[in-house]
């Protein structure tokens, strides 16, 4: 039976990713329809993006990655200093890449903003706005966003992040989804 959910939730993840044309968004990854995603996302494995979301241009997420309901990767700002033009028709500087790493989860309505890195294995609590990087394996809550502490002691952080990123090649695949 579990063998037989586990196929039915794939092939209902290639019905979901195909229809939606993500074709650098592994078949393992379980994205929400009510969602507005951009057609350039690459994101790895055994991923999960809540109903809600909406995820500008230039984006790579890791393996392992839980994002909530509601989240928002904006796509930048406007060009808010030209003297004599509008705001509305100042134009956009260019997009940068934002990173999110792999065995990361990301609460109910965070917003992150373009350019920034999210480390590997962090977390960002719900609400909380990221404008800066954050780093491997730290818990960050707030507006702005800022650390509140480390999941682990930082002599295991290097042992996580190694397992982390083994942990396909142990065959360590969940028994359900």
Sequence with gaps: MNRLLLLLRK????IQLLSRRLLN???DTDIKFGSRISKDLVMGNFGYIGK???ICPKVVIGNYTIIATEFSLL??????NRLGIPVVHSGRPLLK???IGSDVWIGHRVTV????????GAIIAAGSVVTKDVPDCSIVAGVPAK????RFEESDIATHLYSIDNYAEKKLAPKSY
């Design 11 to 14: 092939i209902r993840n290639v």
């Design 113 to 120: 903003m373009s350019g920034v890195t999210i480390g590997n």
């Design 97 to 99: 890449q934002t990173y």
């Design 75 to 80: 796509a930048g700002d406007h060009n808010y």
């Design 52 to 54: 809600g979301a909406s």
């Design 25 to 27: 968004v592994s078949f």
């Design 147 to 150: 650390i509140l502490k480390y």
